[in-house]
């Protein structure tokens, strides 16, 4: 630069006179300052001022100074690539030179300002920071040492893919090498550093670094009781990552890292002993867990249960001193967003409900108010994933600890007991069983304690044993846990409300109709609690009765029972405004009340599904002009859970209330919506909008059938496995479009046949698919023999076997029809796999009486067509169960 910039000495005024008013605490002066701010932006050289108070005016208090650097950063963010060239050579050859700064704060705000420069691709256009960087970690001067190393881990940070790329001339392997020199520097700060910038490529496996991976070791090794916790926390979380992609490496060293482990998950630094305790974590998903770990259980097992204790720390964040505190209304920063699970559409299986492939409801979820992640919940993490390896092989190491823990004096390690057998409840239950007569009493007796805490982990933990107590005669323990259960969630604390409500929805989902001579008592609590509860928690209590819905079904559809729950659902449904996400777990509640009333809900449709169609409508809009707008960034895309919520309670809506809900959809628009909502780039709006049609598909027909020949292709183009739940539900509705078309389904067979038969021969297809496919791909044979037939040798194999363990219903029967027509079109496809039809047929319990003629004619037309002898040496491979239903059902 030919000339340096100087500052215009009234522009700096004003400019220092901004950073000043920015620190106050007054809001309506805190948003005059972002205008000024906003308007000085039109000025190109407004970042030099910005820039020359971080570093050259030296007069000024750091937290200004360190400000204006901040106010830049953002620029940089929003506006780098409009800044003069002049401006950002200015910026970036003060901040190279300033990133000794003797202020940690100003050299910190420097090295932010760095990273944020070359995050926005400026790597490869400032060849020189790298190398420069790199050079100055070798200065004299610690500030200069320590500033270079703070931005170089930022960058890695920030980074970490192009550092490994060939855009850049591989870096790091010159930097790498070079980080760990610094493993051995005696300044504490400066050894965390290096560790830290290492440990950016360890789960990437970049090649620079698994080059020196055995130096790498040895480093980490020499530091493991470094002095400074900064560093042993850095220490612990390199192992842990290298247990993860380099287990090779450790496992010669393995008794000495799990000792290692077992004093760091005790550092008196709970920095330090939550990164060591994740080792556990992480060594539990290997298999090699159980061989290494099985010597150390007796040591490890004390250490975790005494990790699950609150520390004084969390009891003051949780202020577990107040026990009473639901006239408190909540602070809606502490309300969390809930996800909206989508519809899927699954088969009942023989002895049980639906299945739900993701059921993980059950986490650790006492505390969410804290700091997510601490000692507790990893420590309690970790013996539930434990308890899974081990199974009862830990309880040996458990028992002696509970009894002592489970009947304590003081409350916090009385709360830590029960906590403790709540993590082990999935992996021990089978040695749990003896010991639960006498426990279940002792929590249930536990509901009723004076701590809040206390009362609140015991509803987790009945939680995780529900299914037990459900397996019991109901009066025996289900009816005392329920009715304390049923006060708790009335109780006058808001944590130990919320930790019932959730127990309570995990019993009704083991409980099912078990529950329905409660249902008024049930309801009385549920309704009593509406005018109870604080914001937060009423979103759990939407769950809660959407999940007694779906629990009981049709048992719910009483007049004493809808009068009781409707009008105060209906009120709150009025309340909300068309923004507001509270309609979400409102929506999701009202799709399992309406199909658990049916008819009982007709009078309420109306205007439920009038709102639910206007709010698809509504999001749609609102997309098509974010998308035409340009510059995207002025208008808000639309929040779409709004339409697939909307959807998804529209399906509700057909399911519960079949052909009565003809007239609405004749009045509405709501195929035109669905015909978008199937070609949405999002695909659980895609998902949702499939499910529906496949609801309105049995429900109206007449509404649909004039669209088939639009909505066929996109159904043919969404079978992509890849998006399972996407595919799946278009199976599905493909499935029930050809039951209603019948023969004249023919034109479309070609457009989705392929695609079926090769998901039914994927590897590792989910259940639920294969089974919707398995149906889908009967169904279409049964519309259109000829069309599918042909095909037979292809699919009929895992089709048989996916459909073997579901229970008889109209989904199976017409699926089976379909697989007989096929079979007299084609007999020649099945021969090979003639046992897998075999063992299909005997899975039906009582098919309809001609269902098993056809099976009854095909069977023996197949006997007949080999004959006795070969029949006999064929029957002869099956096994003896088979055999036997075979001769009692159809005498072969």
Not at 466 to 475: G, R, Y
Not at 509 to 516: P, Q, R, S
Not at 644 to 655: H, K, N, P, W
Not at 752 to 757: A, E, F, I, R
Request: include cysteine.
């Amino acid at each position: 630069m030919e000339c340096e910039w100087k500052p215009d000495e009234q522009g700096l005024q004003q400019i220092l006179q901004l950073l000043k008013e920015s620190q106050s605490p007054d809001t309506s002066t805190q948003r005059s300052v972002q205008q000024r701010l906003e308007q000085l932006n039109q000025y190109p050289d407004f970042n030099n001022y910005l820039i020359f108070v971080l570093t050259k005016l030296k007069s000024e208090d750091e937290p200004t100074r360190s400000l204006s650097g901040l106010i830049l950063k953002n620029n940089v963010k929003a506006h780098y690539q409009n800044f003069p060239n002049g401006v950002s050579d200015f910026i970036k050859s003060e901040c190279l030179q300033n990133i000794g700064d003797s202020s940690p704060l100003i050299r910190a705000t420097v090295g932010i300002l760095i990273t944020t420069i070359a995050s926005k691709g400026e790597l490869q256009n400032w060849p020189e920071l790298l190398p420069k960087l790199c050079l100055l970690l070798d200065s004299e001067d610690y500030n200069t040492c320590e500033g270079a190393f703070g931005a170089l881990q930022k960058i890695c940070e920030d980074s970490a893919e192009i550092l490994d790329s060939d855009m850049l001339d591989r870096p790091l392997n010159i930097m790498i090498p070079k980080f760990l020199q610094f493993f051995k520097h005696n300044s504490p700060k400066i050894r965390s550093h290096a560790i830290a910038c290492v440990n950016q490529f360890i789960i990437s496996r970049t090649q620079a670094l698994m080059l020196h991976i055995d130096p790498f070791i040895e480093n980490l090794f020499a530091l493991a009781t470094d002095e400074e916790p900064e560093v042993r926390k850095n220490v612990c979380r390199a192992l842990v990552m290298l247990l993860e992609v380099r287990l090779d490496r450790l496992l010669p060293h393995m008794h000495n890292i799990i000792e290692y482990m077992l004093q760091r998950t005790q550092d008196h630094d709970e920095n330090v002993a939550l990164e060591a305790c994740e080792f556990w974590l992480t060594l539990a998903e290997q298999p090699v867990c159980k061989e290494v770990l099985c010597g150390h259980l007796s040591q490890l097992t004390p250490v975790l249960v005494n990790g699950m204790k609150y520390s004084e720390i969390d009891i003051i964040l949780l202020k577990g001193d107040i026990e009473e505190d639901e006239a408190i209304p909540d602070n809606e920063q502490d309300i969390r967003p809930r996800f909206h699970r989508s519809r899927t559409v699954a088969q009942q299986h023989e002895g049980d409900g639906i299945e739900d492939e993701d059921d993980d409801d059950d986490e650790l979820d006492d505390d969410d108010t804290i700091s997510d992640w601490n000692l507790r919940k990893c420590s309690a993490a970790a013996l539930d994933v434990l308890a899974n390896v081990f199974r009862d092989d830990l309880l040996l190491h458990i028992l002696p600890l509970l009894k002592e823990l489970l009947f304590h004096p003081e409350w916090v390690v009385k709360e830590s007991g029960i906590l403790v057998l709540g993590a082990i409840a999935e992996g021990c239950m089978q040695g749990m069983i003896p010991y639960l007569p006498e426990l279940i009493p002792h929590l249930i007796q536990c509901l009723s304690d004076k701590k809040a805490l206390v009362r609140s982990i015991t509803c987790w933990t009945l939680s995780r044993y529900a299914h037990w107590v459900v397996s019991q005669p109901p009066d025996v323990y289900l009816k005392p846990l329920m009715t304390e259960l049923l006060k708790r969630i009335l109780d006058s604390n808001k944590r130990v409300q919320e930790a019932a409500c959730s127990a309570f929805a995990t019993l009704e989902e083991e409980a099912c109709t078990e529950l329905v001579p409660y249902l008024a008592f049930i309801l009385d609590t549920l309704v009593f609690a509406f005018s109870k509860y604080q914001h937060k928690n009423l979103l759990i209590l939407y769950d809660a009765i959407g999940t007694l819905a779906d629990s009981v079904g049709h048992h719910l559809n009483k007049p004493e029972y809808i009068q009781m729950l409707m009008p105060p659902l209906i009120q709150k449904w009025n309340q909300l405004k068309d923004e507001d996400k509270d309609l979400f777990p409102l929506l999701e509640c009202l799709s399992s009340v309406a199909t658990a009333l049916q008819s009982g809900f007709l009078p309420y449709c109306e205007p439920v599904y009038q709102r639910c169609v206007n709010l698809v409508q509504k999001t749609l809009a609102q997309a098509m002009v974010s998308l035409h707008q340009s510059q995207p960034d002025q208008y808000e895309a639309p929040d779409k859970d709004f339409m697939i919520v909307a959807l998804d309670l529209l399906s509700g809506l057909a399911e519960g209330l079949g052909g009565t809900i003809e007239q609405l959809v004749a009045r509405s628009n709501i195929l035109t919506l669905m015909y978008q909502c199937m070609q949405d780039k999002m695909p659980e709006v895609r998902q949702s909008s499939f499910a529906l049609l496949g609801d309105l598909t049995k429900a109206c027909f007449q509404h649909v059938k004039p669209c088939i020949a639009d909505f066929m292709p996109i159904l043919g183009t969404n079978l992509n496995p890849e998006l399972i739940s996407v595919c799946n539900n278009a199976t599905w509705a493909i499935g029930e479009i050809a039951i209603q078309m019948g023969p004249e389904m023919q034109p479309y067979i070609a457009m989705v046949l392929h695609q079926l038969v090769e998901i039914i021969n994927r590897p590792n297809t989910p259940k639920t698919l294969l089974e919707n496919t398995a149906i889908t791909i009967g169904r279409l044979g049964y519309v259109c023999p000829q069309e599918v037939a042909p095909m037979l040798q292809q699919f009929i194999r895992p089709w048989c076997t996916s459909l073997r363990n579901i229970r008889d219903n109209e989904e199976k029967d017409s699926a089976f029809r379909g697989i007989c027509t096929m079979i007299s079109v084609n007999p020649g496809g099945v021969v090979q796999d003639f046992i897998f039809f075999c063992d299909a047929v005997a899975s039906w319990v009582n098919p309809k009486d001609d269902l098993r003629d056809m099976f009854y004619k095909i069977l023996h037309g197949f006997k007949n067509q080999v004959g006795e002898e070969n029949w006999r040496r064929f029957s002869d491979q099956f096994p003896m169960p088979l055999k036997e239903r075979l001769a009692t059902f159809y005498g072969v």
